[in-house]
């Protein structure tokens, strides 16, 4: 089974609110990445857990945080939504074998709408 | 500049031709994904690559970590092929992978 699950499909949002994505895998994969997906925009990393470790990119470090309260469960939580948070986010898994990630698998994603 | 630089950025076929797609590296790749972006927006992993090939049905891929640069071929294109095709590289076994902007493919009957 390589599936990566993701909940929900669609999330609306009040500018200002919270918003909580939620990411499982069944692969005991030990890496699980959050990517934020614009149209006609290349996929953009914003934090990746490597085993109980979270990394998180450099330019989107305030905005995001992650927790991953088991090796199948990976969340990703916005404090406070704005409309540049509106964007397809999707959840990936691999396992990162001698250092160097293996194949990447995706999620059906999250489609998050601001207002 | 980018990292990875996807070429063409759409492209327009005729069912049962033939196409190349290709990503030039400015990071020094050390492996590569091609993935198929599906309508909803998930991405589908085709190809995990080293230095080397692959092939895969009517796919095939090809990885030159010399060159910087790699191609995936698309032999007697079908309709359900249309959608945006990623590549995205990882380098120096950093945890990073890269993706280019993608191409647009349209299979027309």
């Known amino acids: 089974d390589t599936t990566v699950k993701q909940n929900p499909r669609y999330k609306l949002a009040r500018v200002g609110k919270p918003v909580n994505l939620i990411c499982s895998q069944t692969?005991?994969?030990?890496?699980m990445y959050w990517y934020q997906k614009k149209p006609n925009q290349a996929p953009k990393l914003l934090l990746f857990y490597y085993d109980k470790i979270l990394n998180r990119e450099a330019d989107t470090f305030e905005k995001f945080q992650s927790s991953r309260p088991n090796n199948s469960f990976c969340s990703l939580y916005i404090g406070s939504a704005g409309l540049e948070y509106s964007a397809m986010y999707l959840c990936a898994s691999s396992n990162r074998d001698w250092g160097s990630a293996e194949t990447l698998y995706f999620g059906s994603g999250t489609r998050l709408t601001v207002l | 500049g980018d990292k990875v630089k996807q070429s063409p950025s759409a492209l327009s076929l005729q069912e049962g031709t033939n196409s190349a797609l290709r990503c030039n590296f400015s990071i020094a790749a050390t492996t590569v994904q091609w993935f198929l972006q599906n309508p909803r927006g998930s991405l589908m992993n085709l190809f995990y690559l080293v230095p080397g090939t692959k092939e895969n049905g009517r796919l095939k891929s090809a990885f030159d970590s010399k060159e910087s640069y790699s191609t995936l071929h698309i032999r007697d294109a079908q309709l359900e092929d249309s959608g945006t095709y990623f590549c995205a590289a990882e380098a120096d076994m950093g945890y990073k992978l890269t993706f280019g902007t993608g191409t647009s493919l349209l299979v027309d009957p």
């Open positions: 692969m005991n994969h030990d890496t």
